[in-house]
């Protein structure tokens, strides 16, 4: 199992996220797994169909073997896209079904983190909320949230990546110093 998993959730398949993830990924990748979500088959939540055959617990599982999850989504309408928002609202079946309880319990302890990018100066007000109580939820720990910037509709590069890399060197760090 890879000590960190990368869920990335965008419609853009060779985008700014994709820049931003491989940035990250030039300082921990050795480390690291990616699953991402726009590949695989995630069905929205419904209450009448608690157990959907998707992808949806084999991705729970390869997070809940490693020590880091790492969130890589852009900013769309001021809030994380639809494909991440998809799968959040999928966490549900880790609470409605109860063959699935222990899946749930067993994220309890893992490091969560945010990549995020966008257009605006910063992340929008509250945008690192849902992924901050749904790590309380779930007993993980919640570590940041980081932002990559891109101007305008320019492709996201050089110094614009310099936080996706410090993530990477600070989740090193933090493996590096476990016992």
């Known amino acids: 199992m890879a000590r960190i998993t990368v869920l990335t959730a965008s419609a853009r398949s060779d985008g700014n996220t994709r820049a931003m993830v491989d940035a990250f990924f030039g300082h921990c990748g050795a480390l690291a797994e990616e699953i991402d979500l726009a590949r695989l088959r995630i069905e929205p939540f419904a209450y ?3 157990a959907a055959r998707d992808d949806f617990l084999p991705v729970v599982q390869k997070m809940a ?3 880091h999850i790492v969130f890589a989504t852009p900013v769309y309408w001021y809030a ?3 494909l991440m928002k998809t799968f959040f609202d999928r966490l ?4 409605l079904v109860e063959a699935n309880r222990p899946l749930g319990r067993a994220l309890a302890g893992r490091r969560v983190w945010l990549l995020a990018t966008g257009t605006e100066e910063g992340l929008p007000p509250g945008f690192t909320e849902p992924f901050a109580r749904t790590a ?8 940041a949230g980081t932002y990559c910037r891109s101007m305008g509709n320019a492709e996201l590069c050089g110094d614009a990546l310099a936080p996706a890399r410090e993530l990477g060197d600070k989740i090193m760090a933090e493996i590096d110093a476990a016992p």
Do not use: I, N, P, V
């Open 92 to 95: 549900t079946d880790l609470l």
């Open 80 to 82: 994380m896209s639809g």
């Open 136 to 143: 309380a939820y779930f007993a993980m720990d919640w570590r």
């Open 48 to 50: 009448d169909q608690l």
């Open 65 to 67: 073997g490693s020590e």
